[in-house]
Nanobody, 122 residues
């Protein structure tokens, strides 16, 4: 299984972006998906995760109320709607897959996409 992230770009503070993560395999099984991000010079950090059925979600406190994760299992996609973006949201965003839910740990995710860059200007 391969994951492909897209949708990044440059946006002003207060703006919105929608990221999408597509799987190379339809119906990739009962796996959780998540978004992580990595700012320059910093460790990769958890952003949001969603269980395999899309009925449960979990967010980092820094994005709670601004970001929404969702999934469409028929299309094998997981999206991240990001609203009211801040300069501190800048970084490369990665989608990942895990058998565990909820997990905030990178080591629990076995499959990673290549990342998409989000830049928020002040």
């Amino acid at each position: 299984v391969q994951l492909q992230a897209s949708g990044g770009g440059l946006v002003q503070a207060g703006g919105s972006l929608r990221l999408s993560c597509a799987s190379s395999r339809r119906r990739s099984g009962a796996n959780a998906r998540a978004w992580f991000r990595q700012a320059p010079g910093k460790d990769r950090e958890f952003v949001a995760t969603i269980n395999w059925s899309g009925t449960r979600t979990d967010y980092a406190s820094s994005v709670e109320g601004r970001f929404t994760i969702s999934r469409d299992n028929d299309k094998s996609t997981v999206d991240l709607q990001m609203n009211n973006l801040r300069p501190e949201d800048t970084g490369v965003y990665y989608c990942a897959q895990s058998a565990l839910f909820p997990s905030h740990l990178t080591e629990d995710y076995s499959i990673w996409g290549q990342g998409t860059l989000v830049t928020v200007s002040s």
